[in-house]
């Protein structure tokens, strides 16, 4: 369980993308310990439901945010249970193939961009307005390491999270009048199923090693390590509180200092 955080307002109304499973989970749970009320989506009904029964304050909704009709019932669900929204989290993204440019399959391009980038986009658009309605609040859209350097054998990921950045950095232009902070968190490699997956299929792109493509991981960052899902929600609620209350348009690293990602053995 996270430490309280002061001058964090309770009973705020959170929606959490992919709230269901990972690092969105995570967040999920640690706005509830804090008082809020917090609707989750995903796309997997079996893991909204197991959120839910894990959470019984929570509420919840299936929706793939890369469609925008699915988006936008998905709020038309949200406002059958709040009047209200204070703090958008939009944490929901997919890895992407990891592969040369030259092999990357149209398919897997478009997949990776629709998802990682055009559902922010699909999710905020209907946000905003009721972040207005709720005079201000807060977004905080999840990029990555990859939105701040290039990242061979990545390209729709990388592009995708580096137009995130950009996003937040317009958001936070047209929304800071209004009282809506924009911020993007821009995790390093969190421990879990996910980069465990991403490192497998790198070392299988490469043929070496798992533990290889660990260690090569580990040692971008100054503080040789990958992080945890509890640090990225811990800056999230930092951010949405009122210690974070004049940062906006910032993308905030929480990753040990990614030093860089050439990501070759060599």
Same mark, same amino acid.
């Given at each position: 369980?996270?430490?309280?955080?002061?001058?964090?307002?309770?009973?705020? %109304? %959170?929606?959490?993308?992919?709230?269901?499973?990972?690092?969105?989970?995570?967040?999920?749970?640690?706005?509830?310990?804090?008082?809020?009320?917090?609707?989750?989506?995903?796309?997997?009904?079996?893991?909204?439901?197991?959120?839910?029964?894990?959470?019984?304050?929570?509420?919840?909704?299936?929706?793939?945010?890369?469609?925008?009709?699915? %988006?936008?019932?998905?709020?038309?669900?949200?406002?059958?249970?709040?009047?209200?929204?204070? =703090?958008?989290? &939009?944490?929901?993204?997919?890895?992407?193939?990891?592969?040369?440019?030259?092999?990357?399959?149209?398919?897997? !391009?478009?997949?990776?961009?629709? =998802?990682?980038?055009?559902?922010?986009?699909?999710?905020?658009?209907?946000?905003?307005?009721?972040?207005?309605?709720?005079?201000?609040?807060?977004?905080?859209? =999840?990029?990555?390491?990859?939105?701040?350097?290039?990242?061979?054998?990545?390209?729709?990921?990388?592009?995708?999270? !580096?137009?995130?950045?950009?996003?937040?950095?317009?958001?936070?232009?047209?929304?800071?009048?209004?009282?809506?902070?924009?911020?993007?968190?821009?995790?390093?490699?969190?421990?879990?199923?996910? =980069?465990?997956?991403?490192?497998?299929?790198?070392?299988?792109?490469?043929?070496?090693? %798992?533990?290889?493509?660990?260690?090569?991981?580990?040692?971008?960052?100054?503080?040789?390590?990958?992080?945890?899902?509890?640090?990225?929600?811990?800056?999230?609620?930092?951010?949405?509180?009122?210690?974070? &209350?004049?940062?906006?348009?910032?993308?905030?690293?929480?990753?040990?200092?990614?030093?860089?990602?050439?990501? !070759?053995?060599?």
């Amino acid at each position: 369980m996270s430490q309280s955080i002061a001058g964090f307002k309770p009973d705020q %109304v %959170v929606l959490v993308t992919a709230g269901a499973s990972g690092i969105g989970r995570c967040i999920a749970e640690t706005y509830l310990q804090h008082g809020c009320k917090v609707h989750i989506c995903d796309i997997a009904e079996a893991s909204v439901e197991g959120f839910l029964q894990d959470n019984p304050g929570a509420t919840g909704s299936i929706a793939d945010i890369s469609d925008a009709a699915q %988006v936008a019932k998905l709020f038309e669900d949200f406002s059958s249970h709040y009047s209200q929204l204070n =703090i958008l989290v &939009n944490n929901a993204g997919i890895a992407g193939p990891t592969s040369p440019v030259e092999d990357i399959e149209i398919a897997d !391009w478009n997949n990776t961009i629709n =998802i990682d980038l055009n559902g922010p986009f699909y999710i905020t658009r209907k946000a905003v307005p009721l972040l207005k309605k709720a005079g201000g609040g807060s977004i905080v859209n =999840i990029s990555s390491n990859a939105g701040l350097f290039g990242l061979p054998l990545r390209s729709p990921y990388t592009a995708a999270k !580096w137009a995130l950045i950009g996003l937040t950095k317009t958001w936070a232009m047209e929304l800071g009048p209004d009282n809506i902070r924009v911020n993007a968190l821009c995790p390093g490699s969190v421990n879990g199923p996910r =980069i465990d997956g991403v490192i497998a299929r790198d070392a299988d792109e490469r043929g070496v090693s %798992v533990e290889e493509i660990r260690d090569l991981y580990q040692r971008q960052s100054s503080m040789r390590l990958f992080v945890d899902a509890q640090d990225v929600a811990n800056m999230a609620l930092f951010l949405s509180s009122d210690l974070g &209350n004049t940062i906006s348009g910032q993308a905030l690293g929480v990753d040990g200092h990614t030093e860089g990602l050439s990501n !070759w053995l060599s």
